[in-house]
């Protein structure tokens, strides 16, 4: 008896081991894509809020229920991807700070890198930025241009230890809302933050930046000033 169950557990093991082998025996990602999203006025980067940002959609065609997947953008519009398969894919945008552009349809991602930027209209351009400490006090002055017919709803002046200082992270901000509409009409803008809540002698990250009233939309931001408080 004693023998028949040793016999058995062996089959037992090497069933599962076959199966295991069977399940693993996949080809892992062939494919890399990287790239940016530009403006199409002057091809500047769009920068992004780090995780919240604008996200790029992707669905691997040839199944029969094929699941979204996303990608994010770095802080400066960047983004890359070294895990994904070769094949064809419908690429979009749910969330963003740009005017959406049409779906790419069964867009091929071949092995090896691939390239592809997105050039868009960004909701808002955040130019002529200006951030010093003056004082106790941080003071940004910035010009807000936006660029659809939509409310512009606020603008922001965040703080952060890291260059990803943004609405998502800032140890320290100031808002104001805005609720206004002036296509393609420059405004400027000073925002002040008190310096109390930072340590005296340590460098931080000062980004401003401002959001349209857009369902899904995200803040557009000009890059981030390094600072020592």
Do not use: W
Request: aromatic share 12%.
């Amino acid at each position: 008896m004693k023998r028949i169950y040793q016999i058995y557990f062996l089959v037992t093991i090497l069933s599962i081991s076959l199966v295991s082998c069977d399940l693993d025996n996949y080809d892992g990602p062939d494919a890399s894509i990287y790239g940016s999203v530009k403006d199409v006025k002057d091809g500047v980067l769009i920068e992004q809020d780090i995780e919240a940002g604008s996200k790029i959609i992707h669905k691997e065609l040839g199944f029969e229920n094929p699941q979204e997947q996303q990608m994010v953008f770095k802080v400066n519009g960047e983004y890359r991807n070294n895990m994904i398969f070769s094949g064809r894919y419908d690429i979009y945008f749910n969330e963003s700070n740009f005017v959406k552009p049409d779906t790419l349809k069964a867009y091929e991602i071949k092995k090896g890198e691939n390239k592809l930027d997105f050039v868009v209209l960004p909701y808002i351009r955040v130019t002529n930025v200006s951030i010093t400490k003056v004082g106790d006090e941080i003071v940004a002055t910035f010009t807000i241009t936006p660029t659809v017919s939509n409310n512009v709803k606020q603008i922001g002046l965040f703080g952060h230890i890291d260059r990803i200082a943004g609405n998502q992270y800032a140890l320290r901000r100031t808002t104001q809302d805005i609720n206004a509409a002036f296509k393609d009409t420059p405004r400027n803008y000073t925002l002040k933050l008190k310096t109390d809540g930072f340590t005296k002698g340590q460098a931080y990250y000062f980004r401003v930046g401002g959001i349209i009233d857009v369902a899904n939309a995200k803040y557009n931001y000009a890059p981030s000033v390094k600072l020592t408080i």
